[in-house]
């Protein structure tokens, strides 16, 4: 109850959800907002990393942004995992990793460094969807060099998507249902 009125579903859920996208920004704990999204929507699959994290909390973005700055030059350095060969360009990939060397902005392409501009753009921006999508398209190494970085990337993607998802149902215009069949005379 609100100032005595009953609150009914229809005015909770947006209540629910606006709580549920706060606490995800600010990286507070959110068990009770999806406490009260079960309770309004039993049916809700949740992911397991948002149930996970619920007495904790996502990293916060702001704070996950730096955090993966300061871990660009590990990540950089993974893609020296591998040898070509050619001892002149291991020699160059080594001090261009060594250096943490990467384009200022970001850049087209498939190499690892075009990879990590478009990802650190994304984390900037917290376009966490196109940076989980990024993060797979690193080699092995670079992935595990971003460590914890990487899995919480992922469970703020999965927030996203759980939001928009959740979102885009309740905005849907419900089907109109058939008209009552006319009796014939």
């Known amino acids: 109850t609100l100032g005595g009125a009953e609150i009914g579903p229809a005015v909770r859920l947006p209540l629910v959800l606006s709580g549920l996208e706060s606490a995800f920004a600010n990286g507070r704990p959110y068990e009770t907002e999806l406490e009260s999204l079960v309770a309004l ?8 990393a948002l149930t996970g994290n619920a ?7 702001d704070a996950l942004a730096l955090r993966f700055e300061a871990a ?30 990467r384009p200022a902005e970001e850049t087209e392409g498939s190499t690892p460094e075009a ?32 460590g914890d970085i990487g899995a919480d990337i992922l469970a703020l993607a999965q927030a996203s998507r759980f939001v928009s998802g959740l979102r885009a149902q309740a905005l849907a215009t419900p089907e109109p249902a058939e008209p009552p069949a006319e009796a014939s005379n």
């Open 41 to 48: 929507l039993p049916d809700l699959a949740v992911p397991a």
């Open 55 to 61: 007495a904790t909390g996502l990293a916060r973005p």
């Open 115 to 146: 990879i990590v501009s478009r990802l650190e753009a994304a984390v900037k921006r917290q376009d966490f969807e196109a940076a989980a999508a990024l993060l797979g398209e690193l080699p092995e190494p670079m992935r595990l060099a971003a």
């Open 72 to 101: 660009i030059p590990d990540i950089l350095a993974g893609r020296t995992g591998e040898s070509t060969g050619d001892w002149a360009q291991d020699a160059v990939e080594w001090a261009k990793a060594l250096l943490a060397l």
